[in-house]
């Protein structure tokens, strides 16, 4: 009996040092299922070198940053356009020329064309005695021009006859004519009258003839100069 129970015991350890063995065998083989695929794959790029007692590997490739692919797709949109795809500046459009305004004396730089083609002033702008009454102090304002009956009368300067007709007040028969920016022109005591209110005449037109309507002595041209409505001196306009 205890030659048996030895023998038994010496198959008991005769088995177990071979199932420890059999243990191992399958952990080796679970461990080395469950390996990840990222060591399998760098485990490919291994470098066995015999005559060393190590081992080598090519580093792997780094991983790109996350949103490295976004980051680029940006700085390409960021590439300067051409010169050609720019908008480019809106130009000012040049600036007009100012009307040149009349000077100290009220008078433009381009002055009025004579009313009669030959101007021989009787009685000038200024205070005189009245040819009429004979009475002193009295201000004439305007300048006559002594001329034979129906001697053509001239627009002075292009406009638009803005009165034409009989005057109530002493000037006879009377055309205005306005050549705007405050300036006018008047013809007084005429004989006939040759344009209607509205009408556009050009400088040197024939608006009308002289004549002696109104308070008047003989054939004369009564002439005057407004501007903005007051009478001026027409010698520093003619």
Not at 193 to 199: D, F, K, N
């Amino acid at each position: 009996m205890a030659l048996g129970a030895v023998a038994t015991g010496l198959v008991a350890v005769v088995a177990l040092p071979a199932a420890q063995a059999e243990t191992s065998h399958n952990l080796e083989a679970e461990t080395a299922s469950n390996v990840p695929a990222s060591t399998a794959v760098a485990a490919a790029d291994a470098v066995l070198d015999f005559s060393r007692s190590e081992i080598s590997s090519n580093a792997a490739p780094a991983k790109p940053e996350p949103g490295s692919d976004r980051k680029a797709s940006v700085a390409s949109a960021d590439v300067a356009e051409p010169e050609a795809a720019k908008p480019r500046a809106k130009e000012e459009p040049a600036e007009k020329p100012e009307t040149e305004a009349p000077d100290e004396t009220g008078q433009p730089v381009s002055g009025l064309a004579g009313p009669l083609a030959q101007m021989n002033i009787s009685s000038p702008f200024g205070y005189r005695t009245n040819p009429l009454t004979g009475a002193a102090g009295e201000f004439h304002n305007g300048t006559d021009f002594s001329s034979g009956c129906e001697t053509p009368v001239l627009a002075s300067a292009a406009g638009t006859v803005v009165e034409a007709s009989s005057s109530a007040a002493g000037y006879g028969n009377r055309v205005v004519v306005d050549h705007g920016a405050g300036l006018k022109t008047t013809y007084n005591h005429l004989g006939s009258i040759a344009v209607q209110t509205g009408q556009e005449v050009a400088a040197g037109e024939r608006v009308a003839g002289v004549g002696t309507t109104g308070n008047s002595t003989g054939c004369h041209l009564h002439f005057e100069v407004l501007v903005n409505g007051e009478t001026v001196d027409p010698a520093g306009w003619l």
